[in-house]
């Protein structure tokens, strides 16, 4: 049997409303497939499930909020027999019982189903009298009715709830404003978590720009709209394959020790018109070329505004880089996003004075007014020394005064 | 194509890029990015939607000149003249 369980999309998540499932019992389900519609305080987000299988029974009904850990689905892995799982379920249901589990006022039948029965094919359905004979009046399948009364049994409220139509809650998302005011707690508790337990320390380095626009701006002058590339694209590329060498930066401090990431998945901060901001995960970004890249950061933008997010993208970034100079400042000093170790900012690219070598004489040097960005890195002390930081802003200097090689798809081994 | 109809589409490749956009509230007159708050990657992403729209391709020498959306009706009107492109899209 597998459990899905409501996943944590970042630290600052306790809790998610169920806002709809896209599968049901008896679906297959692949590796990958998002199968239910979660709310939080950030957007509606589309949660992904990790696992190949059947879909056996579904546990949450939508319009719950429930904490994040909870059971909400069991699957039959390949090969497992109905009887088995409906087993095994019965026994986690059990030990679920007795975690709380906040349903809202019952719009719908909201309140989550306590047993299998009915969500299983063959399994025996309680239906009241009075409920069944509501249901033929009402064109309402039982089969597909949850129960709310004794033992999952079927009640003549629970019949009328589903012939209703839905609540607008169902499909609505929160006003803006009151979701602005929500996200700006959960920042607020995340900030202030990662200004009292993290040792922040600060580093800047002033990189050369100059390779890195006239690659972009020659191949940018060929390229169809559909193809063009981003500046972005290089800064978060160079990011990702600099951490491959520097592991200390990438991941996450749990339990007063370094755990590093399962693969270099930078969180992208896009701020939101409506207040507050969101870092989703570009996944093995040092695996893809600049093209394949900024058609990503595309779509993580879009989505992002659409409020289409996957839960993997919530969950896995394993740290954030920030680009506040579409803003128009010169640099950033972030805040690092708990338990994640470090941030890496990036400024204006902007003309600036610039000592080049005249050739010639030693020590000859020529002033040019040539493109140029402040990179920073606000690191956790506890994770990793300021010489290492140093070394990872000079290795992603490095690598941006070389875009063509930038470019190439790095081959990043599978974890053992 | 004519302008009211070219820039109906857009604004919808605006709001389909920035749900939370209100077309309503922005002035074609002004600077377009600093109005509605697009970064690098909406604005590319707008260009984009432009394009699956109108069949107007703007080269990205072209693209920072086009700062306000009476800027953008002019260019695509101009384009899809040259086009020869036929009245409804």
Not at chain 1, 285 to 288: D, E, F, Y
Not at chain 1, 337 to 341: E, K, T
């Given at each position: 049997m597998i459990e899905f369980r409501m996943p944590s999309l970042g630290s600052d998540m306790d809790e998610g409303k169920l806002l709809k499932w896209l599968v049901q019992p008896g679906d297959p389900v692949h590796k990958g497939q998002v199968i239910a519609v979660v709310d939080t305080s950030k957007a509606a987000i589309d949660v992904e499930c990790w696992s190949e299988g059947v879909l056996h029974a579904l546990l949450v009904e939508p319009e719950a909020v429930i904490p994040v850990g909870t059971l909400m689905a069991v699957l039959r892995a390949p090969g497992e027999r109905v009887e088995d799982v409906d087993a095994l379920a019965a026994v986690a249901m059990a030990r679920e019982v007795s975690a709380p589990v906040a349903a809202p006022p019952p719009a719908r039948s909201a309140v989550p189903a306590p047993a299998l029965s009915g969500l299983t094919p063959g399994a025996r359905q309680r239906v009241s009298p009075a409920a069944r004979r509501r249901a033929q009046e009402l064109g309402v399948d039982v089969e597909s009715v949850r129960g709310s009364g004794p033992d999952g049994a079927i009640t003549l409220a629970d019949v009328e709830a589903c012939a209703a139509p839905p609540a607008p809650a169902v499909t609505a998302p929160p006003a803006a404003a009151s979701r602005a005011r929500e996200m700006r707690k959960v920042i607020a508790a995340a900030m202030a978590r990662s200004k009292r337990e993290i040792p922040h320390y600060y580093l800047a380095e002033d990189i050369l720009f100059a390779n890195a626009a006239n690659w972009l701006a020659q191949r940018n002058a060929g390229l169809p709209v559909t193809q063009r590339l981003l500046p972005a694209a290089l800064l978060v590329k160079a990011v990702a394959v600099a951490l491959q060498r520097y592991p200390e930066f990438n991941g996450f401090w749990r339990d007063g020790g370094l755990n590093a990431g399962a693969g270099v998945h930078p969180g992208i901060a896009i701020s939101l018109r409506e207040g507050g901001l969101v870092a989703p995960a570009l996944r093995d970004?040092?695996?893809?070329d600049i093209a394949a890249l900024t058609r990503a950061l595309l779509d993580l933008v879009k989505r992002t505004r659409a409020g289409s997010l996957r839960s993997s993208e919530l969950a896995d970034a394993t740290i954030t880089i920030t680009n506040l100079g579409e803003q128009g400042v010169a640099s950033v000093f972030g805040v690092i996003?708990?338990?994640?170790?470090a941030l890496v900012g990036f400024g204006r690219v902007m003309l600036r004075p610039w000592a080049v070598d005249a050739g010639g004489e030693a020590g000859a040097a020529d002033v040019k007014a040539l493109p140029v960005l402040t990179a920073s890195l606000a690191a956790d002390h506890r994770a990793s020394d300021g010489h290492r930081g140093a070394l990872l802003l000079a290795q992603i200097r490095d690598l941006l005064q070389d875009p063509q090689a930038l470019d190439a798809p790095l081959h990043i081994p599978e974890p053992p | 194509m004519n302008r009211q109809a070219i820039a109906e589409q857009l604004l919808q490749a605006l709001t389909e890029i920035a749900p939370e956009i209100d077309p309503k509230a922005i002035t074609p007159a002004k600077l377009l990015r600093q109005q509605v708050d697009l970064d690098s990657a909406d604005w590319l992403n707008f260009l984009v939607a432009v394009h699956e729209r109108l069949g107007v391709d703007i080269p990205d020498a072209d693209a920072p000149k086009l700062s306000t959306l009476d800027k953008l009706i002019d260019y695509c009107a101009q384009r899809l003249e040259a086009d020869g492109a036929p009245a409804a899209h």
């Open positions: 970004a040092a695996a893809l996003y708990p338990p994640q170790v | -």
